[in-house]
């Protein structure tokens, strides 16, 4: 399967087919449950980059596994829906709005819930409504992995771990408005970096073939954090530059939230007295357009965002090197050239 469009209507055409198959075997015991899968449903079908099946496939095809397997759209289905699930946790830790150009999932429970004049507190029913909708998508995550070997098994336990103690760092690091750039890069790399890019070739490799994945691994990494870090780097450009037509996020979320990002941080790093009193408004949730706008100018003006720049440009070189075309099998080395260029260049 050397075809981008095939290997993802794979992916996708497993993931409609697990989240189906569950609505249709819990939705009949009450009425109200299939809100859940309709939910999940919206979020998982309803667009993504399916950039994590990508590194997982071309990490197994590297390994020598089957092009053509099963195998591998299962792993990358079962990310996504680990994806998918964090999505529903971070919104309402970020008490996000939106999320793909839709209303977020905890918004719409606690809309439903005021609408309909039941008891209790509307938000509070929204948010635990949408917390348990994203433990329902874990579940269904690591309900496709019960083929992994024991080795590959260890390796997703290590990125759902990751995963999680990533977005504990980056809640810690809003609430302590943890400015220092070392700090956010390892938010940066620890929250994103490692279980979009790296995590997902070693689980592929490994999956394959347990001998040559291991081998595989150092390399791998070699290219897929560097090039992980600069992915979250673009996110966090798009989330405070994007359009939100575009992104379907709204911009200047992060500077709202008070995210602890490695653009923020470098703005901080080089800011002058007037400047620091304008970046010091950050994580402020009632900040106006205006106020954004006067961020957006600071971080401009210090020099961080094309420092940011630098930084991708950089990595994505780095990642490059790594990469030795004499031990990858298959087209894996031409694909993960290609998706280096995807993840470092994107504009959503």
């Known amino acids: ?175 302590r408005q943890t400015r220092e750039i070392a700090e956010a890069d390892l938010i940066c790399r620890m929250k994103s970096a490692k279980y979009t890019i790296e995590r997902p070739l070693h689980l592929g490799a490994v999956a394959a073939d347990p001998k040559r994945g291991s081998a595989l691994m150092p390399m791998l990494s070699a290219y897929g954090l560097p090039l992980g870090d600069a992915f979250q780097m673009r996110d966090d450009i798009l989330g405070a530059f994007g359009d939100t037509a575009i992104t379907g996020k709204p911009v200047g979320g992060d500077f709202r939230e008070g995210k602890p990002t490695p653009l923020l941080a470098r703005a901080c790093a080089v800011a002058t007295g007037q400047q620091a009193e304008v970046l010091n408004m950050v994580g402020a949730p009632d900040l106006s357009d205006e106020d954004i706008a006067k961020i957006q100018q600071v971080v401009t003006e210090t020099g961080a965002l094309q420092a940011m720049e630098d930084v991708i440009s950089m990595n994505h070189a780095q990642a490059l090197r790594a990469l030795k075309k004499s031990e990858m099998q298959g087209e894996s080395f031409d694909a993960l050239v290609h998706l280096a260029d995807v993840v470092t260049q994107r504009v959503i």
């Open 1 to 175: 399967m050397s075809s981008t469009s095939e290997l993802i209507a794979r992916v996708d055409a497993l993931l409609a087919q697990t989240l189906e198959e569950n609505q249709q075997r819990w939705a009949p015991l009450q009425q109200d449950l299939h809100t859940i899968f309709e939910e999940i449903q919206a979020l998982v079908l309803g667009g993504g980059k399916r950039l994590r099946p990508q590194f997982t496939h071309w990490g197994w095809v590297a390994a020598g596994g089957d092009p053509t397997s099963a195998e591998s759209p299962r792993i990358g289905a079962a990310i996504e829906l680990l994806h998918a699930a964090a999505l529903f946790h971070d919104d309402v830790i970020d008490d996000a709005d939106t999320r793909r150009s839709r209303q977020s999932t905890h918004k719409n429970f606690a809309e439903s819930h005021s609408t309909n004049g039941w008891v209790g507190e509307s938000r509070r029913f929204g948010e635990g409504s949408a917390i348990l909708i994203g433990d329902i998508t874990y579940v269904l995550s690591d309900s496709l992995t019960n083929s992994l070997s024991a080795e590959a098994r260890l390796i997703w336990h290590d990125l759902r771990l990751e995963m999680n103690i990533g977005q504990y760092l980056d809640v810690l690091g809003s609430a």
